[in-house]
């Protein structure tokens, strides 16, 4: 069994401040780990992906996360936050393993408000 | 662009009518997904296909059926619509060679009355 927990549902920054989504996982397996973000009324666009190969992730728009397996974390940060960051962002792991249909399971979601 | 279409992009229904969403993609990926957007709950697993005729079940499938009779369609039915299945309805293709990332199209806002 898999499971993903957003530590905190909304967050609000300043714009030019850092960004920290947080994100706490379990899997049975080496997993597969996800950031998507969603604009409002709009569908999901992968931020980055963790899939072993480095523990520092680095995404889309100047997004970052680390992988710590010691933590089962997989935190989101930004160093500078944008007007045009607000936005819904999710926390995924996926328990592929070979030969499998991919499953995910997606966090509750962090509404991240970004303010002058 | 993943090339995946979803209509339509709005219905209104009431409660009791059937309703099918259509899913289509262009780029002949094995995998297909459906999933439901609720507030407070992200996204959750509907049903999935991993071939022309071969479906499964996932985590909220009870109210809902699907079909793949080709592999750029992939439909999500509705066989008698309930309010609590008033939601957001994405679809999903699974990147191929082995990758896991799923790639969404644009949702479908269903309202049932």
């Known amino acids: 069994a898999q499971s993903v927990t957003q530590l905190d549902s909304h967050v609000s920054v300043s714009e030019g401040t850092p960004v920290l989504l947080r994100c706490n996982y379990s899997s049975s397996y080496s997993p597969s780990l996800f950031w998507y973000v969603q604009h409002p009324n709009k569908g999901l666009q992968l931020l980055l992906k963790?899939?072993?190969?480095?523990?520092l992730v680095k995404g889309i728009n100047g997004f970052e996360a680390e992988f710590k397996k010691s933590e089962t974390s997989f935190h989101l940060t930004k160093p500078s936050a944008h007007m045009s960051d607000a936005a819904e962002y999710f926390c995924?792991?996926?328990?592929?393993?070979?030969?499998?249909?991919?499953?995910?399971?997606f966090g509750t979601g962090t509404r991240l408000q970004v303010t002058l | 662009d993943a090339g995946i279409t979803q209509s339509p992009r709005h219905k209104v229904t009431e409660t009791g009518t059937p309703v099918t969403l259509r899913c289509h993609q262009t780029e002949n990926h094995r995998y297909m997904y459906w999933y439901r957007q609720d507030p407070g709950h992200g996204l959750r697993l509907i049903h999935y296909s991993y071939g022309v005729k071969d479906t499964d079940k996932g985590e909220v499938s009870d109210g809902y059926s699907v079909s793949r009779s080709k592999t750029e369609d992939f439909l999500l039915t509705l066989e008698s619509a309930t309010s609590s299945q008033t939601s957001v309805y994405f679809c999903?293709?699974?990147?191929?060679?082995?990758?896991?990332?799923?790639?969404f199209g644009p949702g479908t806002r269903l309202t049932v009355t």
């Open positions: 995924v792991v996926s328990d592929l393993r070979a030969g499998t249909a991919s499953k995910l399971t």
């Open positions: 963790y899939t072993s190969a480095a523990t």
């Open positions: 999903a293709i699974r990147a191929p060679r082995e990758s896991d990332e799923q790639y």
